[in-house]
């Protein structure tokens, strides 16, 4: 059943983005798609080639729901030429690797490029909702409601749901380093994998698989070692207990070497192309980190004057967080939580990051009580099972006042 679950899960991307090609209706073919994976479970023996059978039984599931709609009808009777398992999935090969392929096809430069890279979350990389809004910074049901609009452009707008030609590629080449980040950036905020244990090592082989593919295009070098940097540090994230190891307390001895090495390779690669981009900030600035691994200290110095740089690059919230707590670290916890509140709350209010780093620098000013309000606040907005047990042994053993 495992086995049969991997394998429904693979196949989810490339099955989904096959029908949206045939069907060009994303909302019918996910109901499809959902359709097949139901009759599937209830099979006795799941079969030998899943996602074949998927695609196969989703097709007929999405005739039958064409056939429902009697001014479709016609169409419904054009649709209904199922051919064998083996007629499935053939698009161009000048990507040869699929799910790089349907992410390419997927960030279309008609949608807004948010709108576009929360639709290949959840098309292709098949991230819940709730975990897109997160890392958007915004409501699930504001999310939810993005997403449905994009579906409803596609469809109505008779979007081609195709890849271009090369000359084309790079009017989406940013939107497809976006979202990788946030496919990244969710499975990384899931420190004990409950999302998908697999999602992380999945999109950084695509990060690798981009910087083949561009291989002149310094910002992809930067993205990729931005991702190795990150996975260098996995197994020290969660505790016996389960529960998520901030990056201050994790054990240096855990960190993977031969990650940071690649990571380094990477960014001198991509420095050689003299133009410095946001990614490459991003990926000096867990460089800076790593370097505990080697002499035991931490140059916050260099890691404000990082976000300083990343500031002018690329501004943004989370990017203010970060600089605060760099800023504490430099100069003093009330500055930093000086710069925290400046931040503007629209903009983090759905933020947990937000209010974590206030409680911690909260604690570090001995306002106990406000940095356990804090705690509690950041726990309403639902984090995922090893961060929610850091939380709360955090707060339990906070002092009173």
Request: glycine share 4%; net charge negative; charged share 25%.
């Amino acid at each position: 059943m495992i086995e049969a679950a991997k394998a429904i899960a693979d196949a989810r991307p490339r099955v989904v983005s096959a029908l949206a090609v045939h069907l060009r209706d994303l909302d019918l073919a996910e109901d499809s798609f959902a359709e097949a994976v139901e009759a599937c479970l209830k099979l006795v023996e799941p079969p030998d080639n899943i996602a074949g059978w998927l695609h196969v039984t989703a097709r007929r599931k999405a005739v039958d729901a064409i056939r429902k709609r009697e001014a479709q009808a016609r169409a419904a009777d054009g649709e209904a030429q199922i051919s064998d398992m083996e007629n499935i999935l053939t698009l161009p090969e000048p990507i040869a690797d699929e799910r790089l392929r349907l992410l390419f096809i997927c960030c279309h430069p008609a949608l807004a490029p948010e709108v576009r890279v929360a639709l290949a979350l959840r098309v292709i990389c098949g991230i819940p909702v709730s975990s897109i809004a997160s890392v958007f910074l915004t409501s699930e049901t504001t999310m939810y409601q993005r997403i449905t609009r994009a579906k409803k452009k596609v469809r109505e707008a008779g979007i081609p749901f195709e890849l271009p030609q090369r000359r084309f590629w790079s009017e989406r080449f940013g939107a497809v380093l976006l979202t990788l980040e946030l496919a990244y950036t969710a499975a990384y905020q899931d420190a004990a994998g409950e999302i998908d244990p697999e999602l992380a090592e999945e999109i950084a082989r695509l990060a690798t698989l981009v910087t083949e593919l561009f291989p002149d295009e310094p910002e992809a070098l930067g993205l990729a070692a931005l991702i190795m940097l990150a996975r260098s540090r996995e197994k020290s994230r969660v505790s016996e207990q389960g529960g998520m190891i901030p990056l201050s307390r994790q054990d240096t001895g855990v960190w993977d070497r031969r990650a940071i090495e690649q990571a380094r390779l990477w960014l001198d690669q991509a420095a050689r192309a003299g133009a410095t981009g946001p990614y490459q900030v991003m990926a000096a600035i867990q460089l800076t980190h790593a370097r505990r691994m080697f002499d035991g200290t931490t140059d916050w110095s260099a890691i404000l004057t990082l976000y300083d740089a990343l500031m002018i690059m690329r501004p943004g919230p989370m990017v203010e967080v970060n600089r605060a707590l760099a800023l504490a670290e430099c100069q003093c916890d009330a500055a930093g939580l000086s710069a925290l509140r400046a931040v503007p709350k629209d903009r983090v209010r759905h933020s947990r990051p937000y209010r974590v780093a206030q409680a911690k620098l909260l604690e570090r000013l001995g306002q106990f009580r406000e940095a356990r309000a804090m705690l509690e606040s950041a726990m309403e907005l639902d984090p995922p099972r090893a961060e929610r047990l850091f939380l709360e042994d955090w707060k339990a053993n906070l002092p009173e006042g």
